[in-house]
């Protein structure tokens, strides 16, 4: 079968559809859910972020993190300080995904109960059985 559809190239990217450019920008394992935090958890520095998603490394947080900041999803904000302070926080771009990313973890939870998933027991550390809302930091820049 020809290949009816051209490429399209946008910076260093190239696709067939808009689909497959939203995964390449916000997709992999670790993208969404540093997304997914900043967005419920506001201002974040890296150190806030590394503890909450403890299985990933300091070196693929910094790295993902660049890559959503070139990508216009994140901005980081450096303090020049002693000792120095970065805080991240998204951007109206990065802002445009939480809603896809709450879908996602609502459609996560009803996957989980259907399957049987495990029950939550005191104590544990497991995600609240309502996604996180957006942070009241951004609600602000989207008129809410």
């Given amino acids: 079968m020809a290949d009816r559809c051209g490429q399209k190239r946008l910076g260093d990217k190239s696709y067939r559809c808009y689909?497959?450019?939203a995964l390449l920008v916000m997709g992999g394992k670790w993208k969404p859910i540093i997304l997914y935090h900043l967005g419920a958890g506001g201002v974040?520095?890296?150190s806030d972020l590394g503890r909450s998603m403890p299985d990933i490394t300091d070196r693929m947080l910094?790295?993902?993190?660049?890559e959503?900041?070139?990508?216009?999803?994140?901005?980081?904000?450096?303090?020049r300080q002693v000792p120095p302070k970065v805080e991240y926080t998204l951007t109206e771009l990065g802002l445009g995904l939480y809603p896809l990313?709450?879908?996602?973890?609502?459609?996560?939870?009803?996957?989980?109960q259907a399957l049987g998933g495990p029950e939550?027991?005191?104590?544990?550390?497991?995600?609240?059985?309502?996604?996180?809302?957006l942070h009241p930091r951004?609600?602000?820049?989207?008129?809410?």
């Fill in 68 to 79: 959503l900041e070139a990508d216009g999803l994140i901005h980081r904000e450096v303090y």
């Fill in 44 to 46: 974040m520095r890296f």
């Fill in 101 to 112: 990313l709450l879908e996602m973890a609502t459609w996560g939870l009803a996957y989980e």
């Fill in 138 to 144: 951004y609600q602000m820049s989207q008129g809410q």
């Fill in 120 to 133: 939550l027991r005191p104590g544990e550390c497991y995600e609240p059985r309502r996604p996180r809302p």
């Fill in 19 to 21: 689909f497959e450019l």
């Fill in 62 to 66: 910094t790295r993902q993190l660049r």
